[in-house]
């Protein structure tokens, strides 16, 4: 086995730490009471370690009014009768001298201020100095939909053994009705480290740090990794692409980064890179970033099932794509999960309203040869041949004129070409936008055309010509299980985290 070495430590290291899990878990419940009234007495009793919140309500975050295409709606009383929620999540820190770096990732509407072990560490919403009561309006700052705040200052009020973040967030008005609170504490990387891009012979390592860092990631085929990447160019996104790979090899990983005095690293994970041949064994869903219940379960039940990968059909969040919130709506939902396994996404209708670089920002996803993009592309896996297709609604056609899916379009003939020259006795095609559906996507049109019954027509021949087995997509929020059409099989995946 070969690696790309871009460079060897030739100075003994800074000392390494390891770093310990997400302190607080955007999918971690929480206890909460709606400030009808002052949440205790004295007014700052509720935010210390001590403080007996047994009888305050339980829920799993995230919070809002409504289920305006986010989270658990356990606050839809909130208007005309409390300005306020104040909310604790107790968790555990081992030993706090590894956490040289803590990041408080939070989606708001309108103000909040947060505490760590009793002390305040970050407020929007009020002026500085301002001591609102549990009756006292925010201003009327909207939805953020993220927010990263750079705690490491506040890193010292860590203790071993048992803290507590408190929040209390606060509406603008008892008259408005858009309140929500989702949050994280991260410490140390602030993304990842997590594979992507996978191959027989390839993959990357991505994460992020809070500060410009080095990159550096230790690799091989034993359990203690015998070789070494280092990139000393300081950045916050840090991408590692190992080449030269053999097939269906384990391939351990230790991600670090350092910054001035400060290092830390992350502990040995693990990766298979995909077979030349065999059985294969993948999960496929999507419509998923609602930050709600049903999606942290499911993204629990796909990491137990242990798939060798995982297909996204699309609508990765809601309401469109924005690299503020992915986080905490994909990347934070399924990390446990994609330190060890590729996913695979393609694009969906709500992934393009805020145009298509946010998701290309975010993932890191194979090329196909005619746009050199990551709009459409495939892979092979075992005996399997993976086809994932750019199609969003076709009223969004218009524009993306280099990647949309019609007649003689670049991505029409990328496909039957690549069709046409795999060897793969098993084609998969999996995209966003369903060929049949009894659902209300059903009524799609462009032009005066259904969608289905125009993908239909460009898909159905093209999956009968080259021996296409099965079409997977999403867009609908029902599974559904069509009879084959000329032997080929279609199926709807169903929202995995969107309402029904």
């Not at 990766?271 to 030349?276: N, P």
């Not at 993948?282 to 039940?301: N, R, T």
């Not at 898909?459 to 929020?477: E, I």
Request: glycine share 8%.
């Amino acid at each position: 086995m070969v690696f790309r070495v871009l460079a060897l430590l030739a100075v003994l290291p800074l000392p390494i730490v390891a770093q310990p899990a997400t302190l607080v878990r955007v999918s971690d419940a929480w206890r909460y009471f709606k400030g009808t009234n002052a949440p205790s007495t004295p007014p700052n009793a509720w935010q210390q370690i001590a403080f007996d919140d047994s009888n305050w309500l339980t829920g799993v975050g995230g919070f809002s009014i409504g289920q305006d295409y986010n989270e658990n709606n356990v606050l839809a009383d909130m208007p005309a009768r409390y300005l306020s929620v104040f909310f604790r999540n107790t968790f555990t820190v081992t030993d706090p001298q590894p956490v040289k770096w803590l990041t408080l990732r939070i989606d708001y509407d309108d103000g909040f201020l947060a505490y760590l072990n009793g002390t305040e560490v970050a407020r929007r919403g009020f002026p500085p100095g301002a001591a609102p009561s549990f009756n006292t309006p925010a201003a009327p700052l909207g939805r953020t939909w993220g927010e990263e705040i750079n705690l490491t200052a506040f890193t010292n009020l860590l203790v071993t053994g048992t803290n507590v973040l408190a929040i209390e967030l606060h509406n603008s008005s008892l008259q408005d009705f858009t309140a929500a609170l989702v949050t994280e504490l991260v410490a140390n990387f602030t993304r990842g480290p997590f594979v992507q891009n996978v191959s027989s012979n390839r993959a990357q390592v991505i994460w992020k740090t809070p500060v410009p860092a080095d990159t550096k990631l230790e690799f091989g085929t034993n359990s203690a990794p015998e070789n070494i990447f280092l990139d000393t160019n300081l950045v916050t996104t840090h991408v590692v692409t190992l080449t030269n790979l053999l097939p269906d090899r384990v391939i351990f990983y230790r991600a670090s980064s350092s910054e001035g005095n400060q290092a830390v690293a992350g502990a040995i994970e693990s990766f298979r890179t995909l077979k030349t041949s065999g059985a294969v064994s993948f999960m496929v869903f999507g419509d998923s970033g609602m930050d709600s219940l049903g999606q942290f379960q499911i993204a629990e039940v796909i990491r137990r099932r242990a798939p060798d990968l995982v297909l996204h059909v699309g609508d990765v969040m809601y309401y469109s794509f924005d690299v503020r919130g992915v986080d905490m709506k994909c990347l934070s939902v399924y990390q446990p999960h994609m330190k060890s396994t590729p996913y695979f996404f393609v694009f969906g209708n709500h992934d393009l309203y805020s145009g298509d670089s946010h998701f290309l920002e975010t993932f890191y996803l194979p090329t196909n040869s005619v746009t050199g993009t990551e709009h459409f592309y495939s892979f092979d896996h075992g005996d399997v041949h993976f086809c994932g297709l750019f199609v969003p609604l076709r009223m969004q056609d218009p524009l993306f004129p280099n990647y949309y899916l019609d007649d003689d379009t670049l991505q029409y003939r990328w496909l039957t070409n690549d069709l046409a020259t795999t060897s793969k006795p098993w084609k998969i095609l999996f995209f966003h936008c369903p060929l049949n559906t009894c659902g209300p996507h059903r009524f799609d049109s462009f032009n005066g055309a259904f969608d289905r019954l125009e993908l239909q027509r460009l898909l159905l021949p093209v999956a009968r010509r080259y021996g296409v087995q099965l079409m997977l997509s999403g867009h609908d929020h029902t599974f559904q299980r069509f009879a084959p059409m000329n032997g080929v099989h279609t199926v709807v995946t169903g929202g995995v985290g969107a309402s029904p």
